[in-house]
């Protein structure tokens, strides 16, 4: 691996000249006149009366494919640039023309979904048994299924089209929002503005005033906006809800459910197991509360690291570490993530004026990914970045495969990130040289597990909570505010003294338009992936390929098939979730053992 590693991503050899590439707009242009011929096909198509007639509609499917993957392309091409740079008015420009785009391209396969949904059954079970379309079979019958559910073609389209200003309008504008904050903060350089971004990473330090007086900056920053914030989250939320009433949809959590191909029994199995699992979590928190030298944890103090920081951990050294760990579970996954940092697929410098956060996206044309974060040298940050390549590797995976089959779940999504970082904090637990060392690193692992037990957990109460609320009409920025302090504490079983009011307003997972309940599906993969990995550790290194093998299946199937098929498993049923449970539980019990002397 080459050393130095570059901190920030390369983006030309996708469009040179970034917002202003004429490269992209040439992309763009030729993008629009194929939507408009697919358009004209599928307009001009008729469900086919027997199966040579089938025939006819391998064109359309061919060129939904290409443009499918172009749209990818074209709309992570903008979000890369927007995310890199908010104050960039070009990017915003092209993601506006992208949105439009997709919303088209959209309302098209909606009439090809009607196609579809009109062919008879019979004619039916003989086209997807044709060669040429059997691996396309699951995703063709999943489009027909739900066109069955939906509202008429020409509904359906015009609700697309209004949500290019409307719906997805008003998640462009809390980025706006966002790209607006700017926290004060003073350091031996003197007084500076913080970016969301900057600001989120200095809630994590050791120390607790510092950290304190961080948290009172960041809510005060939040609270300023919350009026817009609650706007936009009204708006997304009604545009939702009366798109749900006019197809006859009463569960908010249909089309979410949906979208991760899981049921509503193995999500409630699971959150059966966690909420069983809790007391355990609290006992964790109740300890930490004490080894900080407080009284009790406020939300502030949840994610503080309990050991003194040793520094900050050099980016080259992390992308080490995590190529070292990776290849004790899999050379493949090790090579994938050397290539990775090699290539200059990752965006980590520190520099004001980035979105917050982190992701992963890929680039179907050219087989590539990139991942966006900002790195200060915190073991949360090498956690994200292998949280991240583990997202780029389950696309590598697919790379093989159709168009329409490279389109998996998040829910399984974060199932592949989330094992790549179990994969490199158990490996640094038990690699540990000292005590204090090792549970340092077991107390970073573990805020994992109150993440997704209780954070997760408190995210999907108040947006289930809020959208109910919300059928009542607008909801004021107090009211959410009282959802969120409410949900929070449910969540975290009351053992917290102070909580975070405006956490609604800070977090982006609540305005993202392309998933709603952008939630319950990190717990998902979090619980899943540890699942997979209690099983990896019971069968050594020839689970890696059966890993593979399950990750390359995941675009093509439910989430309780795949795990039948490979795994043998009924995740309706609370023993895979408590298997994985308990793998979690014992971590915190080793912090509990270890920490009982210091407490």
């Known amino acids: 691996m080459k050393q130095p590693l570059s901190l920030t991503w390369e983006l030309d050899s996708l469009f040179p000249g970034g917002s202003s590439s004429p490269e992209f707009e040439r992309f763009l242009s030729d993008l629009e006149k194929d939507i408009g011929t697919l358009a004209d096909k599928v307009r001009a198509a008729q469900a086919p009366a027997d199966l040579e007639s089938t025939r006819s509609l391998d064109g359309v499917i061919d060129l939904l494919q290409s443009c499918t993957a172009r749209l990818v392309q074209a709309s992570e091409f903008a979000g890369c640039l927007g995310a890199q740079n908010q104050q960039d008015k070009g990017a915003v420009r092209l993601s506006g023309t992208v949105a439009g785009l997709s919303a088209r391209f959209q309302g098209v396969t909606s009439e090809f979904e009607n196609v579809l949904r009109q062919t008879s059954d019979e004619v039916w079970a003989e086209w997807m048994a044709r060669p040429e379309i059997a691996p396309l079979s699951f995703v063709l019958s999943e489009s027909r299924d739900l066109a069955r559910e939906k509202m008429s073609p020409e509904l359906e389209s015009l609700a697309l089209e209004l949500a290019v200003d409307g719906y997805h309008g008003w998640s462009e504008h809390y980025e706006t929002i966002v790209s607006s904050i700017a926290i004060p903060y003073s350091d031996e350089d003197g007084e500076k503005k913080l970016s969301a971004g900057q600001a989120f990473n200095k809630l994590h330090v050791n120390d607790n005033k510092a950290r304190k007086e961080m948290f009172a900056k960041w809510e005060q920053a939040w609270e300023g906006v919350a009026d817009y914030a609650a706007d936009t989250l009204n708006h997304l939320a009604g545009f939702r809800l009366k798109l749900y009433e006019r197809r006859g949809w009463d569960d908010v959590l249909k089309e979410p459910l949906s979208i991760n191909r899981m049921t509503r029994e193995s999500l409630d199995a699971m959150w059966d197991v966690i909420v069983k699992s809790k007391p355990v979590l609290i006992s964790y928190l109740e300890r930490k509360a004490k080894l900080l030298g407080l009284e009790s944890l406020s939300w502030e103090d949840v994610e503080a690291p309990i050991a003194k920081s040793s520094g900050k951990i050099p980016y080259d050294r992390a992308a080490e570490e995590i190529v070292t760990q990776f290849r004790k579970f899999s050379p493949k996954l090790a090579e994938f993530a050397e290539r990775a940092f090699d290539s200059d697929w990752i965006e980590v410098e520190d ?26 040298g915190t073991p949360s940050n090498v956690a994200t970045l292998a949280h991240e390549l583990g997202h780029a590797y389950h696309s590598f995976l697919l790379d093989d495969q159709p ?46 597990s109150v993440a997704f037990f209780m954070n997760i957990h408190a995210r999907f109460l108040f947006e289930t909570r809020f959208y109910e609320k919300r059928k009542g009409g607008l909801v004021s920025a107090e009211e959410i505010s009282a959802l969120m302090m409410e949900a929070q504490k449910e969540a975290f079983g009351g053992v917290l003294s102070g909580y975070h009011p405006h956490f609604w307003a800070s977090k982006l997972h609540f305005y993202i338009t392309d998933v709603p309940f952008y939630n319950f599906p990190y717990t998902v993969g979090y619980m899943f992936s540890t699942g997979l990995y209690r099983l990896a550790l019971q069968e050594g290194p020839s689970f890696a390929d059966k890993y593979d093998a399950l990750l390359r299946d995941t675009g093509v199937m439910t989430l309780e098939d795949l795990v039948r098929k490979h795994l043998g498993v009924d995740l309706t049923r609370p023993d895979f979730w408590q298997g994985a449970a308990d793998l979690i539980l014992e971590d915190i019990s080793a912090f509990l053992e270890m920490t009982k002397h210091l407490a």
């Not at 004001?352 to 992701?359: D, E, I, Q, T």
């Not at 089959?405 to 040289?433: C, G, L, P, R």
């Open 351 to 376: 520099r004001p004026g980035k979105r917050p956060g982190g992701f992963c996206v890929s680039f179907p044309l050219i087989n590539e990914s990139r991942i966006f974060m900002t790195y200060s």
């Open 403 to 448: 168009v329409l089959n490279q389109n998996y779940a998040m829910n399984v999504a974060e199932t592949a990130s989330t094992f790549a970082e179990v994969i490199v904090s158990d490996a640094q637990v038990k690699a540990a040289d000292s005590d204090e060392e090792k549970l340092a690193l077991l107390e970073e692992k573990i805020q994992n």
